[in-house]
T-cell receptor
Framework: NAGVTQTPKFQVLKTGQSMTLQCAQDMNHNSMYWYRQDPGMGLRLIYYSASEGTTDKGEVPNGYNVSRLNKREFSLRLESAAPSQTSVYFC??????????FGPGTRLTVL | GEDVEQSLFLSVREGDSSVINCTYTDSSSTYLYWYKQEPGAGLQLLTYIFSNMDMKQDQRLTVLLNKKDKHLSLRIADTQTGDSAIYFCAEEFGSGNTGKLIFGQGTTLQVKP
């Protein structure tokens, strides 16, 4: 039982490049979330998915797209990366809204 | 809009009690949360409190909620060096019990031996 896994762990992009961050959970959770964490700040919700086939915007969705591929997987795509998107990205999942389980994070640098 | 504020740093000696404070703005939040983040790791849920409760105790952790002042605190009794981490307060925003959370900036707890 791996919990929430994220790939890659680290990534460096040039401005304008695109990439997809992958997230998977093996806990049969319905809800999944993508957050970003910037230095000195709390996590901010980018997008979430309440169930397979549904997605909704969070606090800071601009510049991102998501896909809830199936119940296990929730990916985050940056179509044209900008330096302002340099951050640590966390994926989370939950069965009940009151308990989210977090992945280890992806550290992204955009030059 | 909703906002969650925390002090940034707290230093205590091993064995002392730690109290981490948080203020929030959304009086309609149903649940309020405390998460812990150790270096290089994701967040881990410590505890949460339902908005109609004043206090919740869970082993060494005590959560106090003052709804009138929109103030939440986390007390860690007998603080250990392993408690050194960043602690985040969070409230729910939006409707529908979706788990959409607003986090504070985090309080770094330093425990000195």
């Amino acid at each position: 039982n791996a919990g929430v896994t994220q790939t890659p762990k680290f990534q460096v992009l040039k401005t304008g490049q695109s990439m997809t961050l992958q997230c998977a959970q093996d806990m049969n959770h319905n809800s999944m979330y993508w957050y970003r964490q910037d230095p000195g700040m709390g996590l901010r919700l980018i997008y979430y998915s309440a169930s397979e086939g549904t997605t909704d915007k969070g606090e800071v969705p601009n510049g991102y797209n998501v896909s809830r591929l199936n119940k296990r997987e929730f990916s985050l795509r940056l179509e044209s990366a900008a330096p302002s998107q340099t951050s640590v990205y966390f994926c989370a999942s939950s069965l009940r809204a009151q308990e989210q389980f977090f992945g280890p994070g992806t550290r992204l640098t955009v030059l | 809009g909703e906002d969650v504020e925390q002090s940034l740093f707290l230093s205590v000696r091993e064995g002392d009690s730690s109290v981490i404070n948080c203020t929030y703005t959304d009086s309609s939040s149903t649940y309020l949360y405390w998460y812990k983040q150790e270096p290089g790791a994701g967040l881990q849920l410590l505890t949460y409190i339902f908005s109609n409760m004043d206090m919740k105790q869970d082993q060494r952790l005590t959560v106090l909620l003052n709804k009138k002042d929109k103030h939440l605190s986390l007390r860690i009794a007998d603080t250990q060096t392993g408690d050194s981490a960043i602690y985040f307060c969070a409230e729910e925003f939006g409707s529908g019990n979706t788990g959409k959370l607003i986090f504070g900036q985090g309080t770094t707890l330093q425990v000195k031996p």
